[in-house]
């Protein structure tokens, strides 16, 4: 692909082939008459952070489709995630297909987040305590990594994204409400397990 092409591969999608570009929205005069083409296909990837994923089309002679989430929201919709099928309107831009308005949104065939393709720490932590409150302290998606705290004066734990996904979290925001189980590892104290404070925790517990 082209420079042009200069979005990091981030969340949902990473390391499946994305194509990087710069998902700026494109604006037209008015006046500009739009060659509109209809696409189906699926979302490849979308991030709601950054505000924009990919649709790949089913027709193969087609580039990725730009989806940017202010189309999503004027249509009625928050997100789109990986796997779900889609119907969009699209226009040709100077950088490629950009998605004007959806038509529909079909998440029955969407992943949950536990079931994507976890990146390897190359690390299993035991965990040597119970489950206790933790904040979110910092967490970077980007990086794919980040800490919480039990409290001032109480070691940060780290937090890293496939721990966060094998208990179907997406991300994580700082000042977020946790619950953690966790153990010794090479970055100092680890996190085992994460529950969100607004889900089901275990009988046991």
Not at 27 to 44: F, H, M, N, S, Y
Not at 157 to 163: A, C, D, Q, S, W
Not at 179 to 184: E, M, P
Not at 190 to 204: D, F, H, K
């Amino acid at each position: 692909m082209s420079d042009e092409y200069n979005v990091p591969p981030t969340g949902l999608g990473a390391g499946v082939g994305i194509q990087h570009r710069d998902a700026r929205p494109e604006t037209v005069p008015d006046e500009a008459p739009l060659d509109i083409v209809q696409v189906a296909g699926r979302i490849k990837w979308f991030d709601v952070a950054k505000g924009f994923g990919f649709i790949v089309p089913d027709s193969g002679g087609l580039p990725d489709v730009l989806l940017h989430v202010t189309c999503l929201r004027r249509d009625g919709y928050q997100t789109a995630h990986e796997g779900a099928r889609i119907v969009v309107e699209a226009v040709k831009r100077p950088r490629g297909l950009q998605a004007l308005k959806v038509v529909s949104l079909d998440e029955s065939s969407a992943l949950h987040p536990s079931e994507l393709p976890m990146a390897r720490t190359h690390e299993i932590v035991v965990p040597t305590s119970g489950l206790e409150a933790a904040t979110v302290k910092w967490f970077n998606r980007l990086r794919g990594f980040g800490f919480l705290t039990r409290g001032e004066g109480t070691p940060d734990i780290f937090v890293h994204m496939e721990t966060l996904r094998r208990y179907g979290i997406a991300e994580l925001k700082p000042g977020d409400q946790v619950f953690v189980r966790y153990g010794d590892g090479s970055k100092g104290k680890m996190a085992a397990e994460v529950r969100l404070t607004n889900s089901a925790l275990p009988a046991s517990h």
